[in-house]
């Protein structure tokens, strides 16, 4: 997409580089000191307690990381709900990316203390500088979200056809943000070359991790640091700080109780870095084999806050009313980082160009509507399926019903699949990747076998809050024997004829 600066750059080993280097930042000049010019950061003289809530309470962090916090570009979080839409359904989930990302933060340190005290070869596993690099990759890993959270990431397709990430863009607002701010830089150059720099970008948005000795070698760290990629966006069981996270805060905020900070604290606790067992050699994060059922309790927390609160029937009819909405208004979205969740809406209700403009005036209708609970209804369901049917694509689903005499355009219809797993797709168990060690030997690791989490998908079909029940009766009939011919399914009815006698949730 032409509007955003390029991908990563190259990446530079921390030999190649020269001293007085100029790295080329966002397409400026910015010096980096070199290697020998810089001091490792020490963790023991550098933090300060912050009061997070939610069960973390006072929780330490980095001095070094306040001007960040206290930087406009990272402020701009605190006004970006971590749920998206998910508060109109679930009212106190309206907690925000600046929390999360605080708290994902504060596991992310503490966890890097845990595993600093392990040495390996006589020696601690990372640098303090490295150390570093995580707790600020885990701070800055949601930079990049725009309103509504993952709402706004998939309005913006790159030319290459794929959805341009908050993860790439939170790397070029972190670019931005030493650039627009160089005090912050000037106080980071003291423990960071462009090595570290371009580390804390490749732990937010990591590169495609090798799976076999014939796939190069594209991390910035050697095998014996890897392990450092497992802490805040982890490509290769999806089990990191981030998710812990943000699994233990909604949960608590929803009310779908499923993950504490017992768990948290475990996983933390018993964590060790051992070498996989592969023909790839690398260190990385492992856990007792007594822990395996705590750890599928996570894969399991996140499945269930998939299926009850984030694909909850009125989210999905919201998200889909707010997806139209901004996408009517993104020839206008030039000021990415000033967008925030309230900002928007209110920019579309109140602006004059929303009472001219036809498409703002269709995104301001649509807004209005969410506000009195005027939006689709779904009124159909295929759940519990255990693998993809293509006769319930949407395409096909709407030419099935091509000849049905409905009170609304067959276009009107809205229909989603939603995929409930571990995090890696249906039919893949994450587990399978997770290393484990044995309580009486804890420097040799394995892969053990454990019982997957249960995966299953949905195919939800909405129509517009004005059907009428002859509709969903002629949809069902039409539907039942398509769906039955193609792949012996029947669909369940979620219609119901008075929607105001329904409670709130």
């Not at 500088?129 to 509504?148: F, K, N, Q, R, T």
């Not at 099935?400 to 249906?426: N, V």
């Amino acid at each position: 997409m032409s509007d955003f600066p390029p991908a990563k750059k190259p990446r530079l080993s921390f030999e190649s580089i020269p001293k007085n280097t100029q790295v080329n930042i966002n397409n400026l000049d910015v010096k980096c000191p070199a290697a020998a010019d810089i001091v490792d950061w020490d963790h023991d003289y550098d933090n300060f307690c912050i009061n997070l809530g939610e069960g973390f309470s006072s929780a330490e962090l980095p001095k070094i990381c306040k001007p960040i916090m206290d930087n406009p570009i990272f402020g701009r979080l605190r006004y970006i709900r971590q749920t998206g839409v998910c508060f109109y359904v679930f009212p106190d989930t309206s907690h925000t990316r600046f929390t999360h990302s605080l708290g994902t933060a504060v596991i992310a340190y503490q966890l890097v203390k845990k595993v600093f005290k392990q040495k390996i070869n006589g020696k601690p596993p990372m640098t303090g500088s490295e150390m570093l690099c995580v707790v600020i990759a885990a701070l800055c890993h949601d930079l990049g979200h725009g309103p509504y959270s993952h709402l706004c990431e998939e309005l913006f397709i790159q030319e290459d056809g794929t959805h341009f990430t908050h993860e790439q863009m939170s790397t070029i607002l972190f670019d931005k943000m030493l650039e627009d701010y160089p005090e912050i830089k000037t106080k980071l150059d003291k423990h960071f070359t462009n090595y570290h720099y371009n580390l804390i970008k490749d732990l937010i948005n990591p590169p495609p991790f090798p799976s076999k000795t014939s796939d190069s070698w594209n991390l910035l760290v050697g095998p014996e640091k890897a392990f450092l990629y497992a802490i805040v966006n982890n490509p290769v069981t999806g089990l990191d700080v981030d998710k812990l996270e943000y699994l233990f805060r909604d949960s608590k905020r929803s009310g779908v109780m499923n993950l504490t900070s017992e768990n948290i604290e475990r996983f933390i606790k018993k964590i060790r870095i051992c070498s996989t067992p592969d023909e790839l050699k690398y260190n990385w994060l492992a856990f007792p084999e007594s822990d395996a059922e705590n750890l599928r309790s996570i894969f399991d927390a996140r499945k269930k806050l998939h299926s009850t609160v984030y694909s909850h029937k009125n989210v999905l009819a919201i998200n889909e009313i707010y997806s139209f909405s901004l996408s009517e208004f993104k020839d206008y979205l030039d000021l990415y980082i000033k967008l925030i969740d309230d900002y928007l809406t209110t920019l579309i209700k109140v602006s004059p160009v929303s009472t001219s403009h036809p498409d703002m005036i269709k995104a301001r209708e649509i807004i209005e509507a969410v506000e009195i609970r005027q939006f689709s209804k779904v009124i159909l369901s295929f759940e519990g399926l255990n693998q993809h049917y293509p006769c319930l694509e949407p395409t096909a689903i709407k030419t099935a019903l091509k000849d049905c005499q409905l009170s609304f355009d067959i276009e009107d219809l809205f229909i989603t699949r939603r995929d409930f797993h571990g995090g890696k797709g249906l039919n893949v168990n994450p587990l399978d990747k997770v290393l484990f060690y044995h309580r009486y030997d804890e420097t040799t690791a394995n892969y053990i076998p454990c019982a997957p989490s249960a995966f299953e998908s949905s195919v939800y079909i909405f129509a517009p809050n004005s059907c009428l029940e002859s509709d969903v009766i002629e949809i069902t009939n039409t539907l039942s024997e398509y769906s039955y011919q193609n792949a012996k399914l029947l669909p369940r009815r979620k219609f119901r004829n008075n929607e105001n006698a329904m409670p709130y949730f």
